[in-house]
């Protein structure tokens, strides 16, 4: 890994812009950029790998406040160490909850959607395709279990509600 990279360099090599590389350096996400004797930001290789992590913080939804915890966490070395990983257990277990609920969430759209491939199956066009228009025949009664199941979507409800509760 090359260091004393330019901010342009690692805008392009991050996918952050410039403006949100000063932010978090200002905020106190990065700690203060060496900087080249005409004042340009120079990121040596330590800086990159930190910044591969914030991103990865960020990916997984922790909030700037969080991340900001963990930074000024991390700026008190060894003595944090306990802190720092007690706070990556409670992040990753969020992380672990909001997993599982789209994983909840993939299999109940894709149960859907074979649902309604299993509809178009039945009803073949003269094409052999899918009829253009989804709308129903005013005298046509809806398939049973067409609906859009209510108790399903409660329980979804009540879940993020505990999820919710949780972290708070």
Sequence with gaps: ??????IAEVARRTG?????????E????IAAVS????GQRRYAAADMEWLAFLLRLRETGMPI????AFAGLRSQGDASIGERRAMLESHLAEVRSKVEALQQSMQALAHKIEHYRGIEARRPSSSGKAPASTKRKKHAAPHPSDDDQPADRRALRARSRETAADRR
């Design 1 to 6: 890994m090359e260091s004393n990279l330019s």
């Design 16 to 24: 952050l812009t410039a403006h949100t590389l000063r932010y978090y």
């Design 26 to 29: 200002r905020i106190g996400l």
């Design 35 to 38: 900087r080249a004797p005409g």
């Design 65 to 68: 406040q969080g991340m900001q």
